[in-house]
């Protein structure tokens, strides 16, 4: 069986910096793309970032030139650095590892951007 578990959420003022951080353990599989997708109250899910096991990576246009996603394969966890964080950015993000066979996605973690 495979977790994902999320830390690094939390409460923080416009223009800070948080550092999300998704580890994965138990039964790894390769994941053949880890990413990053929010939800914020009565939106839809929404991708934010992705990592392919290539090391290409996808931004949503939001997050653009603020958000970084990167990755330690020797520690099976991926990060997402968020820098100038904006109100809009507040949702409960969630990590996903993508799997041949199935998705595995973590619990959530809140970010809220106060103004």
């Known amino acids: 069986q495979v977790q994902l578990v999320e830390s690094g959420g939390g409460l923080v003022q416009t223009g800070g910096s948080l550092r999300l951080s998704c580890t994965a353990s138990?039964?790894?599989?390769?994941?053949?793309?880890n990413g990053w997708y929010r939800q914020a109250p009565g939106n839809t899910r929404e991708t934010v970032a992705v990592?392919?096991?290539?090391?290409?990576?996808y931004y949503a246009d939001s997050v653009k030139d603020r958000f970084t996603i990167t990755r330690d394969n020797a520690k099976n966890t991926w990060y997402l650095q968020m820098n100038n964080l904006k109100p809009e950015d507040t949702a409960v993000y969630y990590c996903k590892g993508v799997c041949k066979n199935r998705d595995y996605w973590g619990q959530g973690t809140q970010v809220t951007v106060s103004s």
């Open positions: 990592m392919a096991s290539g090391g290409g990576t």
């Open positions: 138990g039964s790894i599989p390769r994941f053949t793309a």
